[in-house]
Nanobody
């Protein structure tokens, strides 16, 4: 997998929704683990959602559980974000981790700002 290409960030009011997209350069295989991270100013990068493309439920950080949903198709992964809060403001990154080759690819990052 080459670099991932992200889209979909922006400015939204509290309570609003955004959908982040992450395009892979080739098929997302069952040996890939899909991750979404975010990094707020002055904070460490944190994982917000993770799921094996081979199946199983997604795991979410407690702070986003019930509001964010990770999904995928053959070559893309998505993060649907609902009921956004100001504390969700951060740069978001997608990550694809290959358990077969033990390599990973990252998206370039996209800014999400939640403000009235």
């Amino acid at each position: 997998q080459g670099p991932l290409v992200m889209s979909g960030g922006g400015l939204v009011r509290p309570g609003g929704s955004l959908r982040l997209s992450c395009a892979a350069s080739s098929y997302i295989h069952s040996f890939h683990i899909m991750n979404w991270y975010r990094q707020a100013p002055g904070q460490q990068r944190e994982m917000v959602a993770s799921m094996s493309s081979g199946g199983g439920d997604a795991n979410y950080a407690d702070s986003v559980k019930g509001r964010f949903t990770l999904s995928r198709d053959d070559t893309n992964m998505y993060l649907e974000m609902n009921n956004l809060k100001p504390e969700d403001t951060a740069v978001y990154y997608c990550n694809l981790n290959s358990t077969l080759t033990r390599t990973e690819s990252w998206g370039q990052g996209t800014q999400v700002t939640v403000s009235a």
